[in-house]
């Protein structure tokens, strides 16, 4: 008896330290695991702004929405060919109907191949392209133009500078990317078919991001490892009235929500170093603390919110004979899937006596781990240009930022290293449309590094490689 008591007495007081330990590793988290100091990313005017801003107006000036074929695109092509001819000039050029591939065959032996992507298209009202300051005002601006100018002026000044590449280089640039991807897809099977693998990939997707877009002290640089997948639904219904209604009940902001999981839990790990303590104790230690971390980034942190949950693009109601319908696109978060959707709607079709069909289902793409050295080495050039920002991984959400370079590769990355202030995110999709000529030349010194460096880490890629073979 005396025994069972000392037993049942060493439990107690180990389960008592155990639980002890826990609570200092809890404070622990929250007290040191912070950034130490608040990063803010300086672009400022430099000796190439005016130059990169007249070269890319030329290119923001054309008009080139999707669907649309003929003379504009015409004129794109032939500026990009005046502007960049040492690219025509060591480039393989090749078309896959409107869309363009260049490559480049490196002299070097056992050269890494390297594939950088953008689009030259739109969706969208149209905006006159104007000048004003160090801003360019257009169509292009954020999405994509810019990007594909920063690619294009640093592929340029590298052959200016050697006449030569150390890696095998291939750049794909779409017009119909906002549209269909049926180029996109062509492209992929393309690469299929002639055996091209590519140890890197480095397409548009997410980037660096204002301190004041997700609240916080500091700028982020969001590097995009992969894409949630997409299930878009037509929802029927015989009155407008019940699918009106139908459709405000899950349009409701918190109808979806946000799920703190392991993918989630990273994410929130790492933005959460920049939060005030009583945040960063509860979110650097969600794992334990599950619902209150949930609940703080619900109340205080709305865009943080929004890529850790499920997103909806609904169209117009639509008529046909005696039934109206509404088509809705729901962008998973990456703890659901199309059939969580469904179920997650059944009680309000039910309700409001609504059909359904499902029109598309796209799942999600392969993550890239940040263990690999492309994903370290995109880090490295990240910190080596803009120096003062802080980096954290995320799981995109849009899935039109998906585009099946992960068929091709092990390691795509989405990120474009173009900097946006609040008020330049926030006009991204409106008539103010801007970007600053300032930000370019970081942007094209992000490329320069990629080119210059990446086959000198070449024996570091190999020792990686047989790491993970061996364990």
């Not at 912070?34 to 190439?48: D, H, Q, V």
């Not at 001819?85 to 390297?114: D, M, W």
């Not at 109601?317 to 997650?344: G, M, P, Q, R, W």
């Not at 029109?359 to 993550?367: A, C």
Request: with cysteine; glycine share 4%; hydrophobic share 40%.
């Amino acid at each position: 008896m005396i025994i069972q008591t000392i037993r049942y007495s060493n439990l107690i007081y180990a389960t008592i330290i155990i639980f002890f330990l826990l609570i200092v590793l809890v404070f622990y988290r929250a007290l040191v695991i912070k950034n130490k100091r608040i990063k803010k990313i300086n672009i400022e005017e430099n000796e190439n702004s005016i130059i990169h801003q007249e070269r890319l107006f030329r290119l923001i000036e054309i008009d080139t929405p999707s669907f649309s074929e003929g003379e504009n695109y015409n004129k794109f092509k032939t500026i990009i060919e005046e502007q960049f001819p040492l690219i025509h000039k060591f480039l393989e050029k090749e078309k896959v109907g409107g869309n363009t591939i260049y490559s480049y065959k490196s002299r070097v032996i056992a050269a890494p191949s390297v594939l950088f992507a953008s689009h030259i298209d739109y969706i969208g009202n149209h905006i006159d392209a104007y000048k004003d300051n160090s801003y360019i005002y257009g169509n292009g601006t954020f999405d994509s133009k810019s990007l594909v100018y920063v690619i294009f002026e640093t592929v340029e000044a590298v052959l200016l500078e050697k006449e030569k590449l150390d890696i095998n280089l291939t750049i794909v640039i779409t017009n119909d990317d906002e549209a269909k991807k049926d180029g996109l897809s062509k492209i992929i099977n393309l690469f299929l078919k002639r055996g091209n693998f590519f140890n890197l990939v480095v397409e548009e997707g997410s980037g660096i991001i204002d301190s004041e877009v997700y609240g916080l002290k500091s700028t982020y640089a969001l590097v995009g490892l992969g894409v949630s997948g997409q299930v878009q639904l037509r929802f029927e219904a015989s009155s407008d009235e019940y699918l009106h209604k139908f459709i405000q009940e899950i349009n409701k902001p918190k109808f979806f929500k946000m799920k703190v999981d392991n993918k989630s839990i990273k994410v929130l790990s790492k933005i959460a170093k920049d939060m005030n303590f009583k945040d960063r104790f509860f979110l650097n230690n969600s794992f334990i603390f599950k619902r209150k971390a949930k609940k703080i980034v619900e109340v205080k942190y709305h865009e943080i919110e929004k890529m850790l949950k499920t997103n909806l693009k609904i169209s117009n109601i639509n008529y046909f004979e005696n039934k109206c319908y509404v088509d809705v696109i729901f962008e998973l978060s990456t703890h659901e899937k199309a059939a969580d959707i469904l179920i997650h709607l059944d009680d309000m079709m039910t309700k409001f006596k609504i059909d359904y069909k499902i029109l598309n289902v796209i799942n999600s793409s392969k993550i890239t781990r940040t263990s690999t050295y492309g994903y370290n080495f995109i880090k490295k050039a990240i910190n080596d240009v803009f120096k003062n920002l802080y980096i954290a991984p995320i799981i995109v959400t849009n899935i039109s930022e998906r585009r099946y370079f992960d068929r091709v590769s092990d390691c795509v990355i989405r990120f474009s290293p173009l900097y946006y202030d609040f008020e330049s995110f926030k006009a991204a999709n409106s008539v103010d449309s801007r970007i600053n000529s300032s930000s370019l030349e970081s942007g094209i010194n992000f490329y320069k590094y990629i080119l210059n460096n990446y086959n000198k880490k070449r024996w570091f890629f190999t020792f990686l490689n047989l790491c993970n073979f061996f364990f």
